[in-house]
T-cell receptor, first 114, second 110 residues
Framework: DTGVSQDPRHKITKRGQNVTFRCDPI?????LYWYRQTLGQGPEFLTY????????KSRLLSDRFSAERPKGSFSTLEIQRTEQGDSAMYLC????????????FGSGTRLTVV | EDQVTQSPEALRLQEGESSSLNCSYT??????LFWYRQDPGKGPEFLFT???AGEEKEKERLKATLTKKESFLHITAPKPEDSATYLC???????????FGQGTTLQVKP
């Protein structure tokens, strides 16, 4: 296992379009997290899954955002009707349990909304 | 509300010039304080987890310490390859997520 994989690495989309990102976690990790990071800021929590169950979702997350983790393996994050304010790095991470040895992050998907 | 504040926002050091980064936190039920390193265009890379006041952990030129209100990341005799953004995060017993600070960007000049 080579770590957490995210696809695509970069995405440029026009305002109003829908986009979907994929995350493949470390296979033995049961928890998967999505974070968003803008320039000069730390990662901001979006949501997380334990196996296929979505256990927590940020109150800041609008209804345009939805995440799934079917079968408890890979996860997708969809943003509908994108806005320029959605431009950011979207990071996925995984952990075994609560991640006492830390989360393992992917390299992220850079979204630019034009 | 759980919160993490890091200082300074940016730090420029000469190679070999030791310094410390600060992470102040408020959290309801600390289940761990985490330090990460992030290089430009990459995801954060795990460095340390600290669980209780007085705990210390070391890795090469880095040493992390923890009190009840803050954590320090001490960098001894830094090298240019230590240049990166260092992120602090806390986990609360009330939630499964980590809450991150805004990071300290360290630049070490040769």
């Amino acid at each position: 296992d080579t770590g957490v994989s995210q696809d695509p690495r970069h995405k440029i989309t026009k305002r109003g379009q829908n986009v979907t990102f994929r995350c493949d976690p470390i296979s033995e990790h049961n928890r998967l997290y999505w974070y968003r990071q803008t320039l000069g800021q730390g990662p901001e929590f979006l949501t997380y899954f334990q196996n296929e169950a979505q256990l927590e979702k940020s109150r800041l997350l609008s209804d345009r955002f939805s995440a799934e983790r079917p079968k408890g393996s890979f996860s997708t994050l969809e943003i509908q009707r994108t806005e320029q304010g959605d431009s950011a790095m979207y990071l996925c991470a995984s952990s075994l349990g609560q991640g006492a040895t830390g989360y393992t992050f992917g390299s992220g998907t850079r979204l630019t909304v034009v | 509300e759980d919160q993490v504040t890091q200082s300074p926002e940016a730090l420029r050091l000469q190679e070999g010039e030791s310094s410390s980064l600060n992470c102040s936190y408020t959290v309801s039920g600390l289940r761990g304080l985490f330090w990460y390193r992030q290089d430009p265009g990459k995801g954060p890379e795990f460095l340390f987890t600290l669980y209780s006041a007085g705990e210390e952990k070391e890795k090469e030129r880095l040493k992390a310490t923890l009190t009840k209100k803050e954590s320090f990341l001490h960098i001894t005799a830094p090298k240019p390859e230590d240049s990166a953004t260092y992120l602090c995060a806390v986990g609360s017993s009330n939630t499964g997520k980590l809450i991150f600070g805004q990071g300290t960007t360290l630049q070490v000049k040769p």
